[in-house]
């Protein structure tokens, strides 16, 4: 495969399958609590970061991992709070964020346009191998992390209040997974750009329930989906020229349509096969059914993010 | 072993400076099985949720095994059912996986899952009558099958006390009873019980002690009332209607 003889082919290669493994590690925990599109958030504040550092001439990436963590905590709190005012809050926090960022990087002058596409829509051939250092470095401690607390993690998202009474330490938590989302958002920028980095948080996630039946499987295929959507990703805009961050997305989505239609199929066939064979084996169809029930009304708000992501364009 | 359980002196609570439990004080010792009972908005449910700490007390103070409930630490020793699951983003857990949870507060958050655990969360299982259920997805289970899910949660961490809100609410009789055994269990191996109900069914020779909460205040305290009150047993309701001066003996209207 000549596409990756040249250097910078293999440090997007190894980028985006990083992120492709990292970010549905984490993103399965935002899904389970019902904050899908909280990565969309993050990621139009850590626009405020890039201008930040592009106008002060330091690294872009870093201003972009404090300004989004200190805008994802400051969301947390806000959450935690539980007030109505909150939604409006993170409304002001989002735009406030993008505009500050095209404002900003506005004023750093010389590098314009191009230098803030590369940043909404990513741009992993480009990565630097320091760049590549930090991706890679940040990503292992966020994925170790994730797996790690995995069961403490589960036991704040499936059930806040019963994590309290059995004394773990939720709100370090909490701010944990914020802190987290907000360096795997501003990491993933390289590679989909902040506009479609929910996309790879979520979609894999939205896929991988759609066939599992625990957390910890979920979790695993959908961080095997995630490298997969991220290493064909990059091998097909090589070949045929397209974005990579897009390319990546879309197969991550095609992905999801198939895994949809493959179970909704199966899912007819056997309650075709289960109807004739009368009440014995009823319990196992009727788990499948049931199962899938939840399942199929989950993507539909997953999709909407993704769509959500790409309306500002 | 602990002379008190719980000790709650004095308590009082506000949601926006209304006040929902006024002036509230009693004490659970080791083995009893309290039942707090109440029509629905009698502050029942905030009545445990402030016990627990989940509800701030706008004054009084709770005492969880002779330490005050801002010092206290070791919530092993308590395992808390809430009314329902929490509903999550769709994204599918096992039966065992939610069980598994419990053992959090006893093993704590980076020590992985050893022999023990895995034994405890069987046990739990096996006490509520879910064994064959521990592979599939919680949301395949019945409303019951759930509860009893919830309950084999708090058991696994090997709790002395047990809090329940509500933990028949909706069940069927089958989970009811399975539920009941459960408890039964739990209660000849020395636990304590402090439960929230609003009708007791089969858990009822269980119980040791009721509470009854009305208008945010502890109307009664002693032995389960003998008119069963509001719908305090199955069925209770449908032989017969409640007459108006039974209410008024069981809850002690002034």
Known sequence: MSLFQYDFMIRALVGALVIGLTAPALGIYLVQRRMSLIGDGVGHVALTGVGVGLLLDRSPVLMAVLVSAVAAIAIELLRERGRTSGDVALALMFYGGIAGGVMLVGLSGSRSNANLMAYLFGSLTTTSPQDLAVIVVLAVLVLAAMLVLRPALFAISHDEEYARVSGLPVRRLNLLLAVTTAVTVTISMRAVGLLLVSALMVVPVATAQLVSRGFLATMLTAMGLGLVAAGAGVWLAGTANTALGATIVILAIGIFLVVAAGTAVRRALGRRRAAPSGPAPAVEPCDVVLESAPAATAPAVDLGGSDRATAPR | ?254
């Open chain 2, 1 to 254: 072993m602990a002379d008190s359980i719980v000790t709650v002196e004095y308590g009082a609570v506000a949601y926006d400076d209304r006040p929902v439990l006024r002036d509230v004080s009693f004490r659970i010792t080791p083995g009893e099985v309290v039942a707090v009972l109440g029509a629905n908005g009698s502050g029942k449910s905030t009545l445990v949720r402030a016990v627990l700490g989940l509800v701030p007390l706008s004054a009084g103070r709770v005492t969880l095994f002779d330490t005050p409930q801002r010092r206290f630490r070791q919530w092993w020793r308590i395992g808390y059912v809430p009314q329902r699951i929490g509903a999550g983003g769709g994204v599918p857990a096992t039966v065992a996986e939610v069980v598994a949870s419990g053992r959090l507060a006893r093993r704590g958050i980076l020590r992985p899952a050893g022999g023990a655990d895995r034994r405890a969360v069987a046990e739990a299982l096996r006490a509520v009558g879910l064994t064959e259920r521990a592979g599939d997805p919680v949301v395949t289970l019945s409303g019951g099958q759930q509860q009893r899910a919830l309950i084999a949660r708090a058991l696994a961490g090997q709790p002395e006390l047990l809090v329940l809100d509500e933990p028949t609410a909706g069940v069927d009789s089958a989970s009811q009873d399975a539920f009941a055994e459960a408890l039964r269990g739990f209660v000849a191996g020395g636990g304590t019980v402090l439960l929230v109900a609003h009708e007791l069914g089969p858990l009822a020779p269980l119980i040791t002690r009721a509470l009854v909460v009305h208008r945010g205040t502890i109307a009664h305290d002693g032995a389960v009332p003998e008119p069963a009150g509001h719908h305090a047993a199955p069925g209770h309701e449908h032989v017969h209607p409640h007459a108006p001066d039974e209410s008024s003996g069981l809850w002690g209207r002034p």
